[in-house]
């Protein structure tokens, strides 16, 4: 692997240095690397969760977003470097299921490196074309924007009367939207590590077999997690998602089956 994170990629809320495993937690679009807090903190021991931050966004919001999975990716793919040391799974949610789908490809390009196991939340599966039943988002105004973020839920709607707030974040939306959109999966191998895909059962925009096609994209085992609630279903579940996630790493962390299991 090539590259060092200089401290912007890469949120570590709850330090963990005798864990076995890395997950590394890459958001949605519009969304930050604080969306994995709660996460983070329902976690064992054995995970550590490195949670990505792309630019424009909170503290980087001074910085241009990156408009494209694949940029996106190898920057991400730079970034964590310094964090090899042991092994390292990806989750990402939406948009981050994409972008973590292409960092464990560059993971398996690059000798001697692999994803642990790749898990893709509220995500279609990479072979999914990204059809544009209502118009691409990313080019519509500002308010079938808004229109959108309402739809899927996970935002505070009083947040969408604040201007400041719009003018802040809109930009930062509307180029992760494009890079969503615009995003064509190249042809390749399917993955060598197992991947676990997880879902809302009333997700507005990923449907079952959006999900179920997951299973194309490795050789290894696949799973389908499905859980109450929408596209953020993982808002109020961070413990139950915690504890399927964790225990599906507890192998590549070294850790024994629990008692009873």
């Known amino acids: 692997m090539h590259g060092l ?12 240095p005798d864990s076995g495993v890395r997950l590394v937690c890459l958001p949605h679009a519009g969304g ?26 909170q503290e980087r ?9 694949p940029e996106l990716a190898d920057r991400v793919f730079a970034a964590l470097a310094p964090w090899a040391d042991r092994p390292l799974a990806l989750f990402g949610h939406s948009l981050g299921g994409m972008v973590a789908f292409e960092v464990a490809r560059r993971f398996e390009r ?26 691409w988002v990313h080019l519509k105004d500002d308010a079938g924007l808004v229109e959108e973020l309402v739809s899927l839920g996970g935002t505070d709607p009083s947040l969408f009367a604040d201007d400041e707030f719009l003018s802040m974040v809109l930009p930062t939306v ?33 449907g079952d ?12 085992s696949f799973d389908l997690l499905s859980f109450p609630g929408g596209h953020f279903y993982l ?16 192998a590549c962390a070294g850790e024994p089956p629990p008692p009873g299991g």
């Open 209 to 220: 077999a959006d999900v179920k096609a997951w299973e194309e994209a490795t050789e290894d």
């Open 5 to 16: 994170d200089d401290g912007t990629w890469i949120r570590r809320f709850h330090p963990r």
């Open 110 to 135: 690059e000798p001697g490196t692999a994803a642990a196991l790749l898990f893709a939340s509220a995500c279609r599966a990479p072979s999914v074309p990204r059809h544009a039943e209502k118009g």
């Open 61 to 69: 919001r001074g910085e241009p977003a990156v408009d494209s999975v």
């Open 174 to 206: 509307r180029a992760d939207y494009r890079a969503a959109e615009r995003y064509v999966c190249e042809p390749g191998e399917p993955l060598r590590c197992p991947v676990v895909a997880l879902t809302g059962d009333s997700d507005p925009r990923v």
């Open 32 to 57: 930050s690397a604080s969306f994995f807090f709660p996460l983070s903190r329902a976690m064992p021991p054995f995970v550590e969760v490195l949670a990505v931050q792309y630019p424009g966004r």
């Open 235 to 250: 808002n109020g579940r961070h413990r139950e998602v915690a504890r399927a996630v964790s225990e599906r790493l507890r």
